[in-house]
């Protein structure tokens, strides 16, 4: 497809196993142009985390796209790991070559304001799918320090938040639980600057699978290439938790982009807890339909509402990112 008609997109990155599987997602589709890569601290350091995504952009061989070294860790907060679910070097200890390229000298926050500042002089096809895989912390001071640059932006679409489940505290999903405040700040920023959002979040994030005998095809198919890549953190999974299957995880929400039918969403008002003590990183999720509560409610409505996800044709998401990795795209 020639570049001009591809959707220009840009991912902000804690990589991550599943990280690992949206970037090489995004960097492979002929529909995408993926134009850069943000890296922020997370589910590893952020300078594993940059190491990760220069090798993943390596295997998909898309060296053109610009990494940056971002946030190291959140904003008020000690930065906390999940090393227990990604491995040692945050995408599964694989042994993998590792890449010998630097990242962009900028730092993250101003490889994104560039990009999307460029984007604003550009008709609306052009701007740009701003893609949040990670805490929110890079995204929160983009759009404090540098407002003008969401002229860039056609809309975010993060991965993170739930309506029902945690993972990382019983209430909280681990992205918006690492940098609440940063969650918080984002939303609020968007609403305010014109932003559509679509919140990606746990209550879809799982139920997207690719199977160990999936995986085990894509590795012999391309012994050494990007697809070797992908079955291999499909299977680091399977083992890790002991399932036939995986979830492709932050992957969805790049499929959610290319492919917005398979995904059902309701427009809804959010807002991040950021006190409680069982609770902090909760996004809460106004469900209510009656007027009554909403008018009795000391609190008042969330003043900023996103589309939340709500149910995704899982089967058709794993194809789609089966058929791309795989090199049947």
Known sequence: MPASHRLPVVLDVDTGVDDACAVLLAAMHPDLDLRAV??????????????NTLTVLDAAGRPDVPVARGAERPLLEPARDARHVHGQDGMGDLDWPRSTREPDGRHAVELLCDVLLEASTRPDEQKITLVPMAPLTNIALLLRMWPQAAAGLREIVFMGGAAHVGNATASAEFNVWHDPEAAAVVLEAAAELGVPVTMYGLDVFYDVRVTAGEAATLRSADPGGPGDLA???????CERFGTPDATIGDAGAVCAVLDRAGLRTERLPVRVELAGTWSRG???VDRRD???DLAHDP???????VDVALHVEAERYARLWLDTVGGRR
Do not use: E, K, M, Y
Request: hydrophobic share 35%; proline share 3%; glycine share 18%.
């Open 38 to 51: 943000s890296c922020v601290g997370g589910n590893a350091g952020v300078d594993d985390v940059v190491r």
């Open 231 to 237: 079955g291999r953190l499909i299977a680091f999974q």
């Open 282 to 284: 909760r996004t809460i």
């Open 290 to 292: 009656w007027s009554g």
């Open 299 to 305: 609190h008042g409505q969330a003043p900023t509402s």
